[in-house]
């Protein structure tokens, strides 16, 4: 899947008020109203993906087949991707559990930027990692699994992001 946000021109100009606060008229972005490049209204790109079936093995791209929300069509849930439909700093998490030993990572382009690692445990865990991090327009985001089994089916589990600003 793929989307793309364009831009809505419009005619904009701020004034001081007797408190010092500055007024703008509305900008538009995608639907989103901005001023001075900041996102001021719920339109950002974001999503949240759900697995429903089994434990995803090592070296394996986990597709998020359910998809409870995909604001701009952001997350492909055949590739497992989100791609950023515009640039700008965003927020990733993906969460995931087992008994053994495990380690997945969030990756950016291809290359980690983030990892959740369980050693040593008898018990089931969850480990959460997420990532703060800028992506240009068209940057993908997905989760592998590196090493044992993860499970990601379950209320506890899912991949998402959401454009900061």
Not at 1 to 9: C, L, N, R, V
Not at 55 to 72: C, G, H, L, S
Not at 138 to 154: E, H
Request: aromatic share 12%; charged share 10%; with cysteine.
């Amino acid at each position: 899947m793929s989307s793309s946000i364009t831009p809505k021109q419009s005619l904009g100009f701020a004034t001081a008020t007797q408190n010092g606060l500055v007024s703008a008229s509305d900008q538009t972005f995608g639907g989103n109203k901005t001023f001075n490049n900041l996102v001021l209204t719920p339109n950002q790109p974001m999503f949240w993906a759900v697995r429903n079936t089994g434990a995803v093995a090592a070296t394996t791209v986990v597709i998020f087949e359910t998809v409870e929300t995909n604001i701009a069509n952001c997350y492909n849930n055949t590739t497992g991707r989100f791609t950023a439909p515009v640039s700008g700093v965003y927020h990733i998490t993906a969460t995931g559990g087992n008994n053994t030993q495990f380690y997945f990572d969030i990756r950016k382009n291809g290359t980690g930027v983030s990892r959740a690692e369980a050693k040593g445990i008898s018990d089931f865990f969850w480990q959460t990692t997420a990532r703060t991090i800028y992506l240009n327009a068209n940057d993908y985001i997905d989760v592998i699994v590196q090493l044992g089994t993860v499970r990601f089916d379950s209320p506890f589990a899912g991949f998402g992001a959401f454009l900061i600003g």
